[in-house]
């Protein structure tokens, strides 16, 4: 960093301004918001663009003006470059950080993007190379918080002796604020108090904690594609169970201090029976652990989510569902191809090819319902391609019928292939690789449309967004 990010305290103390026009009405905007003294210097005001209000205001020239005491912090912003740097050098002479307007060579400070939720302030900076990307920053990250989360802050600070008072230092204490802020974030407390929920789970954090299991889906890509609940879940998780296809982005997302426990399984490599992941969940529960079972795509789709849920209840315990973007879906948008169309597709079939445990499971498939018209979506099928392709061609699907081959569906190293239900067993061997595999059969791809005559076989490296 070239510039050490800092909240300077100005509480008390005198901000200086010097402008007259557009330039300084914009700085002194902002500097209302805070608690300092505001004294404004120009040679002349223009009434109609800068509100004086609540201000000192001083006609005189900005460089021989008496400068006040206690100055915590100066902005040169009179619209004239060359005179702001000269402000600026008189400022730093007289041992007062100053800011010049759009000239960060002359300033000791830059004023960054700030997202306002007062007490809680997020100052978004880019060290003056990109304001305008700042700012975007700025407007994603206002759309994230929600507006009363200065008065969450504010009654949170008004517990903070009672809490040290009542709970020991460590886990106890940051179980109870991650139990008050992220309920009350979400709105949570609407017909109950703040200072009831707080007494509430002070009770319980005085006591061991409940422990409670989330099965979240992880999505089919990267951490982008994950809901806001999913984010909350894993950031909240004291314990983590992930499956070996969850992107290495998402188990970042965990704090430092969760356990991360690989319980994944890959065709013919697995770590845990699904017994020994249900006894595992359970116990993590049962110890008071907020455990996270990290699933790949949606945990409901071809994720053995029955029994494991069958596990936590049968031990008691609260559980909930967080849904993720399933791979289908998420193939289907990498390639553009609907996963229904009217018109042409009234319903979809998901099937996998890979059973529990390993085993192959195409046998206990209606292939006979599934080489109709209706688009099919095969998870799992890489190993079994020809398989499949052989029993619907045998119940009578067109040969002709367009596939669409997906590795590592909405990921960097995406691979997408283009072929035919006659031709799968072919275009899935000249593919190659050996990441999770989706076949689209029967869909439309508006990509391939687009390719100006993409030859139907051909694999090629989805390009880089």
């Known amino acids: 960093m070239k510039t050490f990010p800092i909240f300077w305290s100005v509480e008390g103390r005198t901000v200086l301004l010097f402008g007259g026009g557009g330039e300084a009405a914009a700085k002194l905007r902002l500097l209302k918001k805070t608690a300092a003294s505001i004294v404004v210097v120009a040679d002349a005001f223009e009434p109609d663009i800068i509100d004086l209000s609540g201000v000192e205001a001083i006609v005189a020239d900005p460089l021989t003006v008496t400068l006040p005491q206690n100055v915590a912090l100066a902005y040169a912003a009179t619209g004239d470059a060359a005179r702001d740097a000269a402000l600026a050098g008189r400022m730093r002479a007289a041992g007062i950080p100053v800011c010049a307007a759009d000239q960060p060579a002359v300033s000791d400070f830059i004023t960054p993007a700030i997202v306002d939720r007062d007490p809680v302030v997020v100052a978004i900076g880019t060290e003056g190379t990109a304001p305008v990307l700042a700012r975007e920053i700025k407007a994603r990250v206002e759309r994230l918080l929600p507006t009363h989360l200065g008065r969450v802050a504010t009654k949170a600070n008004a517990l903070r002796e009672h809490v040290a008072r009542v709970l020991a230092p460590g886990e106890p204490r940051r179980r109870f604020w991650h139990g008050l802020f992220g309920p009350a974030l979400e709105g949570a407390f609407e017909n109950e ?94 110890d008071g652990a907020r455990v996270v079972r990290l699933k790949g795509g949606d945990p409901s789709i071809f994720g053995r989510l029955a029994e494991e849920i069958d596990a936590v209840q049968a031990a008691g315990l609260p559980v909930e569902i967080v849904p993720g973007v399933t791979a289908a879906s998420v193939a289907a948008a990498s390639t553009l191809s609907p996963l229904t169309e009217r018109g042409q597709a009234q319903e979809l079939r998901i099937i996998t ?25 095969v998870y799992m099928g890489r190993r079994n391609a020809p398989r499949v392709a052989a029993r619907l061609l045998a119940e009578g699907r067109d040969p002709a019928t367009p596939v669409v081959l997906v590795e590592n569906a909405g990921r960097a190293d995406e691979r997408v292939a283009h072929g035919t239900l006659a031709d799968l067993s072919a275009t899935v061997a000249t593919f190659g690789g050996t990441g999770p595999l989706m076949i689209l059969i029967g869909m439309r791809s508006r990509a391939l449309a687009a390719s100006r005559g993409l030859v139907a076989t051909r694999v090629e490296l989805k390009e880089a967004a």
Do not use: Y
Request: charged residues 25%; glycine residues 10%; hydrophobic residues 50%.
């Open 353 to 377: 090819a890979h059973g529990a445990e390993g085993e192959d499971d195409i046998e206990s498939v209606d292939w006979r319902a599934a080489a109709g018209n209706a688009p099919l979506a």
């Open 193 to 286: 108090s703040f200072g009831r929920a707080a007494r509430r789970l002070l009770d319980v954090g005085a006591t061991k904690p409940e422990g409670a299991v989330s099965f979240v889906g992880a999505g089919a890509g990267g951490a982008d594609l994950l809901t806001e609940r999913a984010r909350l879940r894993i950031d909240r998780a004291d314990v983590v169970l992930f499956d070996a296809l969850v992107a290495p982005e998402i188990l970042e997302l965990a704090r430092r201090e969760a356990v991360m426990v690989n319980v994944g399984k890959r065709a013919g490599r697995h770590a845990l029976s699904q017994d020994e992941i249900n006894a595992l969940i359970v116990a993590h529960a049962q």
